[in-house]
């Protein structure tokens, strides 16, 4: 049974820093493509970044480009996201998820090609 169990979440200043995690339990190797959505109250959820697990290729979402990484340590069968020079419209509910597959293109975003999710983690920017 395989578990995603995101953290790192919290209260930071503008321009500050937080780095999330995303721990998979019961690590399951057809889980090709890991991905971080984010929905801000009265929002939809929205693509953040996704990284193939075999490739470490990566994609992310215009508003996040040259401030968040995403990585991953497959020792720990963990992803991260660092997040730097955070904004106020980064506040949100973060959310890991994984994908059997990986999406082709900017498909990364559709939320359909993951089937399995974290609980999220809550990052607010003040």
């Known amino acids: 049974h395989v578990q995603l169990v995101e953290s790192g979440g919290g209260s930071v200043q503008a321009g500050g820093s937080l780095r999330l995690s995303c721990a998979v339990s019961g690590y399951d190797a057809l889980y090709l493509c890991m991905g971080w959505f984010r929905q801000a109250p009265g929002k939809e959820r929205e693509g953040v970044a996704r990284?193939?697990?075999?490739?470490?290729?990566?994609y992310y979402a215009d508003s996040v480009k040259g401030r968040f990484t995403i990585s991953q340590d497959n020792a720990k069968n963990t992803v991260y996201l660092q997040m730097d020079n955070l904004k106020p419209e980064d506040t949100a509910l973060y959310y890991c998820?994984?994908?059997?597959?990986?999406?082709?293109?900017?498909?990364?975003?559709?939320?359909?090609?993951?089937?399995?999710w974290g609980q999220g983690t809550q990052v607010t920017v003040s």
């Open positions: 990284i193939a697990t075999g490739s470490g290729n990566t």
């Open positions: 998820a994984a994908a059997r597959a990986v999406p082709v293109g900017g498909y990364w975003t559709r939320e359909r090609y993951y089937s399995l």
